[in-house]
């Protein structure tokens, strides 16, 4: 699960809207839901409304742009740490399983 919330904050290191973090993290609406709504609760990520420009009047739509916060790249940071650290160990440790 844990993985999930690091790609999809990766790909959020530069905004992104649903649908490129769906595809590009190969989720389910649901499952993006869920996930997003987690990572907004914890602060690791931020969402302000989309500027859509191609659907003024009353029906535009509210897009959501979503970010990384700087909590969120914080998360990285360890996260790559703990996997970088979780490497090593099974290299010298091969008996070791994960």
């Not at 649901?30 to 987690?38: A, G, K, M």
């Not at 302000?48 to 509210?62: C, M, Q």
């Not at 790249?73 to 996260?79: A, D, G, I, V």
């Amino acid at each position: 699960m844990m993985d999930k919330f690091a790609e999809i904050l990766t790909v959020a290191k530069q905004p992104a809207l649903k649908q490129h973090i769906i595809q590009k993290c190969s989720l389910s609406n649901e499952s993006f839901n869920n996930r997003i709504h987690q990572l907004l609760q914890s602060g690791l990520l931020d969402a302000y409304p989309a500027l859509d420009l191609h659907t003024p009047g009353p029906k535009t739509r509210r897009r959501m742009i979503y970010q990384t916060s700087q909590k969120g790249k914080e998360f990285l940071k360890r996260y790559n740490e703990l996997l970088t650290l979780l490497e090593t160990s099974v290299k010298y440790y091969p008996q070791v399983k994960l």
